[in-house]
């Protein structure tokens, strides 16, 4: 049988585990693993969604953690990417057809993994693009997930050499010509700790380095211009309000540091668009589960009100009588007809 998941000296596998792969709707096989925690009682199961480019070896630590406290752990790797099966003969490139292939996988592993086989009750961690894709799903979680943390979601794309719009465009105009399966980009950066952007631990950065080299097969290069096409579309669907309102599940929102001065931009939409109250056939998190709470409204990142002398103000000597229609609800010919009518 082969070796399903991978350990280095410094990062060895958590023991007590069931591991394997799950088949997808359209037939794809994706490496998923469970593991179990030695407390005779569990405390609920987190699933956990990584970013692109990760696998689960990156979460060995974090998984061991978890498990000491008590909480079963499930996890797969996204399809195209880690152990998982790749959608292109170029095994570098991250692809994607559709964004919501991601969420039926989700569904999927839910289904034939995580409701069988683990424990209740079940949270969701999220980190990066796995953020997105939990944002997308939601709406249609709140069944079957009790509380959902995101981790620095993936709703903008940051720290490019072009802009978003410029992106954005090329990866539009690639997928429209059918060259979608294309990266935009061929460079693959060295990883240097110096100036990396994601951690300020040499240990940990240099353990995820040495895992890449001893197990190449497991890394992704540049994502293909559908990828990037379908992650924009993604992004601009779940931070409108009427998505972010249909999304019942307690959750708390960690963004990365600086977030607040995106705010208007692509950053912190959770923060502008607060859960719904809580009613009375809901319960109140409790601050002792993980993932619960409210997030803090902050005053200074509300988004800009119109100010009193900048509303449309109306035209003196024409005041409308009081049992009149207000003529903005009407189109201008019907509002003149009623008031000729009237006069």
């Given at each position: 049988?082969?070796?399903?998941?991978?350990?280095?000296?410094?990062?060895?596998?958590?023991?007590?585990?069931?591991?394997?792969?799950?088949?997808?709707?359209?037939?794809?096989?994706?490496?998923?693993?469970?593991?179990?925690?030695?407390?005779?009682?569990?405390?609920?199961?987190?699933?956990?969604?990584?970013?692109?480019?990760?696998?689960?070896?990156?979460?060995?630590?974090?998984?061991?953690?978890?498990?000491?406290?008590?909480?079963?752990?499930?996890?797969?790797?996204?399809?195209?990417?880690?152990?998982?099966?790749?959608?292109?003969?170029?095994?570098?490139?991250?692809?994607?057809?559709?964004?919501?292939?991601?969420?039926?996988?989700?569904?999927?592993?839910?289904?034939?993994?995580?409701?069988?086989?683990?424990?209740?009750?079940?949270?969701?961690?999220?980190?990066?693009?796995?953020?997105?894709?939990?944002?997308?799903?939601?709406?249609?979680?709140?069944?079957?997930?009790?509380?959902?943390?995101?981790?620095?979601?993936?709703?903008?794309?940051?720290?490019?050499?072009?802009?978003?719009?410029?992106?954005?465009?090329?990866?539009?105009?690639?997928?429209?010509?059918?060259?979608?399966?294309?990266?935009?980009?061929?460079?693959?950066?060295?990883?240097?700790?110096?100036?990396?952007?994601?951690?300020?631990?040499?240990?940990?950065?240099?353990?995820?380095?040495?895992?890449?080299?001893?197990?190449?097969?497991?890394?992704?290069?540049?994502?293909?211009?559908?990828?990037?096409?379908?992650?924009?579309?993604?992004?601009?669907?779940?931070?409108?309000?009427?998505?972010?309102?249909?999304?019942?599940?307690?959750?708390?929102?960690?963004?990365?540091?600086?977030?607040?001065?995106?705010?208007?931009?692509?950053?912190?939409?959770?923060?502008?668009?607060?859960?719904?109250?809580?009613?009375?056939?809901?319960?109140?998190?409790?601050?002792?589960?993980?993932?619960?709470?409210?997030?803090?409204?902050?005053?200074?990142?509300?988004?800009?009100?119109?100010?009193?002398?900048?509303?449309?103000?109306?035209?003196?000597?024409?005041?409308?009588?009081?049992?009149?229609?207000?003529p903005l609800l009407l189109t201008g010919r019907l509002a003149r007809l009623i008031k000729d009518q009237q006069g």
């Amino acid at each position: 049988m082969d070796q399903v998941l991978y350990s280095t000296p410094d990062n060895p596998a958590p023991e007590n585990r069931t591991e394997g792969f799950f088949e997808t709707h359209d037939g794809h096989q994706l490496r998923y693993a469970v593991f179990r925690s030695s407390a005779l009682v569990a405390k609920g199961t987190v699933v956990i969604l990584h970013g692109r480019n990760e696998y689960i070896e990156k979460y060995f630590e974090t998984i061991r953690d978890l498990t000491a406290k008590g909480l079963w752990v499930a996890t797969f790797d996204m399809r195209g990417q880690g152990g998982s099966q790749r959608l292109l003969k170029s095994r570098n490139h991250g692809h994607i057809r559709r964004f919501v292939d991601y969420e039926r996988d989700l569904d999927t592993f839910l289904e034939k993994v995580v409701l069988p086989d683990t424990r209740l009750p079940f949270y969701l961690l999220a980190h990066s693009t796995g953020g997105l894709i939990a944002l997308s799903a939601a709406p249609y979680l709140t069944t079957r997930i009790d509380r959902m943390v995101l981790s620095a979601p993936f709703i903008g794309l940051t720290g490019q050499s072009a802009s978003p719009r410029v992106i954005r465009a090329l990866a539009g105009t690639l997928t429209a010509l059918g060259l979608g399966f294309l990266p935009l980009t061929s460079k693959l950066k060295e990883p240097n700790f110096s100036d990396n952007p994601l951690t300020s631990d040499e240990h940990r950065f240099e353990r995820n380095v040495a895992m890449m080299k001893a197990h190449p097969e497991l890394t992704l290069g540049p994502p293909t211009a559908r990828w990037l096409i379908e992650a924009f579309r993604t992004m601009d669907r779940v931070t409108s309000p009427y998505h972010l309102f249909s999304i019942t599940i307690d959750h708390r929102h960690r963004p990365d540091a600086g977030r607040c001065r995106a705010l208007h931009g692509a950053g912190a939409a959770l923060a502008l668009f607060p859960r719904r109250p809580v009613g009375a056939n809901q319960r109140r998190p409790s601050r002792d589960l993980p993932g619960t709470g409210y997030l803090p409204r902050r005053r200074s990142c509300r988004p800009p009100r119109l100010h009193s002398r900048q509303r449309r103000r109306r035209k003196p000597g024409r005041r409308r009588p009081r049992h009149v229609t207000r003529p903005l609800l009407l189109t201008g010919r019907l509002a003149r007809l009623i008031k000729d009518q009237q006069g």
